[in-house]
Each structure stands twice: as structure tokens, then as C-alpha cells.
């Protein structure tokens, strides 16, 4: 095949990439005889295996050089880095040099060497925070990801409480409030988003700062961002408290049918969905003789003993007013 014969088809196939998935899946056929093209990885070349029509030669490989045999030998060989995320303040772009005083070979370095790792280090770290804004957001994010550690919510609510604080900041609303306020109640809005709420009780035991001030930046932050935030549902709780207590399923069911008939008698308006759950779990561990003390219950919820004992009645009621 001409030099001219390859670069008419080249432009052929170029018109076609601009036209419907249909008249683009025409293109993996041989243009002469209509047989099947295959890709000759070895001479980068794409042939037809009926005429042997060399449709396209010295195409670019994008794979790696490289062979491996196993996972942890493609992640050693990699050249990329770790995937872009919200959070960090950078979001990971910028370079990190390792702590370890050691070479590419594992020898540890000489005492003159170390000092000018170090100060390259610390160059570094001022470098990666250069302003103002860099520098408040390194601190919220860090204090972001120590409260959603220590209350085990997923790396999905850290990413959006993640994005929740860079919209505040972006949008000014920062002034007049802490940093650790705001940051509290991103992760607060985030894991209520996600489906896996916190009780505000369980965030101000992990913030820095008061339960009053988190509800008020809160209500702050949902209203200026304009976000879209449900009621927590009582029913979202009830897992977490039924694997802390260690129940079974079948409790956690019960507790979820105890909800539903109190939605339906309309006896959920106006509670604390906590204190719902709560009293929804001791009920089903009472009704499936599984039995938990409130004691219990109220640790693991963090809410008193007597809410638990007036919703627990409610629910009772609103279970034997539509199962007579």
C-alpha cells in the first residue's frame, strides 16, 4: 500500500470520529475487501486478516515498557501518582519528599546529605502553602479528616465535606467564624448528605469547638450555599447502634418496622431522630429477646435514659394503633 494510499485512509478515519457511534463501528472493518482489521501490537501496525492490508503503521503504544506479574509489582513499577482529591489543600498535585533518610538503592544517607534533605523539606512544605488561603485550607481539611477519622465515616463524606469548606471559602463566608467551626459543620452537612448522619452530640465530642457555634455555622453555611439537605431519617441510625450493641438483624429489622408504623401515626414529627432510633433499637432487642439495657443504648447514642423511655412508649402506642 502508497504512502498516499495510507494518508487518504488516515483522513477518511478523521471525518468518521466526527460522526454518530454507528458510522464509527463501519471503520473497524478493512476498507478493500471489508475483512476484519486486527492490531499488530509488535510492528504497531493495524492489518487486515483476510488481504493483509496494512491500514495503519507506526502507531504510538501507550502502554508501559514494562511487564509485571502481579498487583503489587504494577503498583511498584507505576509512574503515576496517587489520583487527584479534594482532600488535601493542593489537591495532591504538589511533590512530597519522603521522611526516610534513605537513597533509590535503600542506603541510608550521610549526615550531610540528611541535613539537606531536611532543609529541602522544609523549603518544600513552605512552598506547598504560599499564601493565606493555602494555609486555611491545610488546616480545615487536616481537621476534617481527624474528626471523620474518629467518627469512622467513609472517605465519600470527607471528600464532600472537603468540597462543602473550598465553597465556603471561595464565597467569603469565613470572616467572623473559626476555622474549626466551619470545617465541623461541612463534615456535619456532608454525612448527613451521604445517608450516614452524625448526632450533633457525636460531632461536638470530636470538634474543637462548642455545640452551639456548630449548629449555628451550619445553619449558616446550608443557607448561603443554598444546600440540599434532608431531615435525617431515624431509620439511617439504626444499623450503627444495633452492630455497636451487637445485635442481630433481625432486631435491626424490627427496629426499622417500629419506625415506619411511627411515621405512619405521625408520631416522628417534631422528635430527635437519635432519640427515635434509640428507643426504636431497645424496643426491637425487648421484642425479639434480645435484650439490652438502656443504659446501654444511651451510651452508644449518646442521649439520656429518659428520652429513650418516652419514645420507647410512643412507639408502643403507634405499634398497637395499627396492629390492634
Not at 464509527?24 to 476484519?36: D, F, I, N, Y
Not at 492490531?39 to 493495524?46: A, I, N
Request: with cysteine; hydrophobic share 30%; aromatic share 4%.
Amino acid at each position: 500500500m502508497t504512502d498516499t494510499s495510507i494518508r487518504r485512509y488516515s483522513n477518511e478515519r478523521e471525518t468518521e470520529t466526527e460522526q454518530t457511534d454507528e458510522e464509527e463501528s463501519e471503520t473497524l472493518v478493512c476498507p478493500e475487501c471489508s475483512g476484519a482489521l486486527l492490531s499488530d501490537s509488535e510492528r504497531g501496525e493495524t492489518v487486515c486478516e483476510d488481504c493483509g492490508l496494512v491500514v495503519e503503521e507506526d502507531e504510538i503504544d501507550p502502554g508501559p515498557e514494562w511487564r509485571a506479574f502481579d498487583s503489587k509489582e504494577k503498583d511498584e513499577k507505576s509512574r503515576v501518582g496517587a489520583p487527584t482529591t479534594n482532600m488535601m489543600h493542593d489537591k495532591g498535585l504538589s511533590t512530597n519528599i519522603g521522611w526516610q533518610d534513605k537513597d533509590a538503592y535503600g542506603n541510608s544517607l550521610s549526615s550531610r546529605q540528611r541535613e539537606k534533605m531536611q532543609r529541602l523539606r522544609t523549603w518544600n512544605e513552605r512552598f506547598r502553602t504560599r499564601d493565606s488561603k493555602e494555609r486555611n485550607l491545610k488546616q480545615a481539611l487536616g481537621e476534617i479528616d481527624r474528626m471523620a477519622s474518629a467518627l469512622g465515616l467513609p472517605e465519600n463524606v470527607r471528600e464532600t465535606a472537603s468540597v462543602i469548606y473550598r465553597r465556603a471559602l471561595d464565597e467569603d463566608l469565613l470572616p467572623g467564624r473559626s476555622i474549626e467551626g466551619v470545617s465541623t459543620a461541612s463534615l456535619y452537612a456532608a454525612a448527613r448528605q451521604a445517608g450516614t448522619p452524625r448526632s450533633l452530640d457525636e460531632i461536638a465530642g470530636v470538634s474543637r469547638v462548642e455545640k452551639d457555634e456548630i449548629a449555628r455555622t451550619y445553619r449558616y453555611v446550608v443557607r448561603e450555599l443554598s444546600l440540599e439537605i434532608q431531615p435525617a431519617d431515624p431509620e439511617s441510625y439504626v444499623p450503627r447502634f444495633a452492630s455497636d450493641l451487637d445485635l442481630s438483624e433481625e432486631v435491626e429489622r424490627r427496629a426499622r418496622q417500629l419506625l415506619q408504623n411511627a411515621k405512619e401515626e405521625g408520631v416522628h414529627s417534631g422528635k430527635s431522630p437519635v432519640g427515635l432510633a434509640a428507643a426504636a433499637v431497645y424496643a426491637a432487642s425487648l421484642l425479639t429477646n434480645e435484650k439490652v439495657t438502656q443504659s446501654e443504648v444511651s451510651e452508644v447514642a449518646n442521649i439520656s435514659e429518659v428520652t429513650i423511655r418516652n419514645r420507647y412508649h410512643e412507639l408502643l402506642e403507634a405499634e398497637d394503633n395499627i396492629h390492634p
